[in-house]
Every structure is written in C-alpha cells, then in structure tokens.
C-alpha cells in the first residue's frame, strides 16, 4: 500500500488542462514544501518535473504546474499534448522513522 | 552530462544475494547524497535506501531492513547496494537516483533488472 494517494489514471483532449492529486498526511507532505513529481514514459526512468511543491528544473516545459493545499499536493498539465501520456509519481519528504522519502502510487496520463 | 548506469542485476533464487552497483559520471560524486528505487513490474515506485555524501548517514526502507546494504565508493564515483535473503517481492527493476538537496531526485540511471526466483 503507497503511502501517497494518487488516482489510478486521468485523461483529458489535446489542449485542455489536467491536474493530478496526491494526498498525504501532517507528516509527509503537510508539514513539508517538499513534494516532487516525476514523469515516466514505458520502459524509461523517471524523469523530475517539479520539486519543492511548485518548482521546475531547468528543462521542463511550462505547461507543468504544481501546487500543495493542506495535506494534498497538485500537478497540473496544461495544453495536454500526446507526448505527456505517461505514468505520474508524485513523492514527499517524511518524518517517519521508517522513511526517508514516500512515493505515490501513480497516475496513468491518457490523452484522448 | 551526468550519467548513471546500474549493474550487476539478473536471476537469483529465493535466499540468493546479489551486488548491485551504479556507476556515476559526469558530476563531483563525493557532493551528492544517493539513493536506490526500485520497481516491481507493473508496479510504482518504491524508495529504498539513501546514504549521504560521505557515507556517514544511511537510512532504508522498513521492507529491506536487515537484508540489504547501501554503500559508495567515493574515490570510484560508484555507489553500491548490497542485497542478502532476496525473496519474490524484491523482483523489479532497481534504479539509482542523484539526491536533489533532499528535494527530490534530479537523475535516475536506466535501472537493472533484479528477478528472484526459483
């Protein structure tokens, strides 16, 4: 069981905008500006899009976008094009002793 | 450019042990912290063990506690993981990951496949 929640898939048409959620709890990614999301494309590595709740590296296209609110942490993709089909992981800092960092149990990006 | 490959992956029985190792180039390795994620197929991403720059700090998931071993070779820019008493839910593809300032991870190898069988 992840110990992030995160829809199984979301889909939208070329040109709309999407948004993947991604819940946590006060000791992930409520009590810390330390959410991160990755792209990954079948058969490739993960790719960072977004760190620090909002920011992109270098590289990433603007059309990514991300947010938090309370406990629950936000991508979204605007101007949805083919090429952003791919899974989306969402990840968080923790303060359990049992983790260093928590995934999300990934998002199927469908572009109709 | 910074490049990680993993290797050292394959077929093992249940009870086996495997070395992982993840060869990095590209950046100054000694100022990175590091990190291993693995991948069950089909499945999501799974952190599993990080160690800081110099080696001093090291942490593991609860799954793999006792059983695995993260370490780094700082004089051959490598980093390593150690892998004792594998069972079938260890299969899945292993990556390495550069440690972003703990923010995240900023580059991932290709990943090698780890299959525990019998």
């Known amino acids: 069981q992840s110990a992030l929640t995160q829809p199984a898939s979301v889909s939208g048409s070329p040109g709309q905008s999407i948004t993947i959620s991604c819940t946590g709890t006060?000791?992930?990614?409520?009590?810390?500006?330390?959410v991160s999301w990755y792209q990954q494309h079948p058969g490739k590595a993960p790719k960072l899009m977004i760190y620090?709740?909002?920011t992109r590296p270098s590289g990433v296209s603007d059309r990514f976008s991300g947010s938090k609110s309370g406990n629950t942490a936000s991508l979204t993709i605007s101007g949805l094009q083919a090429e952003d089909e791919a899974d989306y992981y969402c990840?968080?800092?923790?303060?359990?002793?049992?983790?260093?960092?928590?995934f999300g149990g990934g998002t199927k990006v469908t572009v109709l | 450019e910074v490049q990680l490959v993993e290797s050292g992956g394959g077929l093992v029985q249940p009870g086996g042990s495997l070395r992982l190792s993840c060869a990095a180039s590209g950046f100054t390795f000694s100022g990175f912290e590091m990190n291993w994620v693995r991948q069950a197929p089909g499945k999501g991403l799974e952190w599993v063990s990080y160690i800081s720059n110099m080696g001093s700090t090291i942490y593991y998931a609860d799954s793999v506690k006792g059983r695995f071993t993260i370490s780094r070779d700082n004089a051959k820019n490598s980093l390593y993981l150690q892998m004792n008493s594998l069972r079938a839910d260890d299969t899945g593809v292993y990556h390495c990951?550069?440690?972003?300032?703990?923010?995240?991870?900023?580059?991932w190898g290709q990943g090698i496949l780890v299959t525990v069988s019998s």
């Open positions: 990840s968080s800092y923790t303060n359990s002793t049992t983790l260093y960092v928590v």
């Open positions: 990951a550069r440690d972003f300032m703990g923010t995240g991870f900023d580059y």
């Open positions: 006060g000791s992930d990614v409520g009590g810390y500006n330390y």
């Open positions: 620090e709740v909002t």
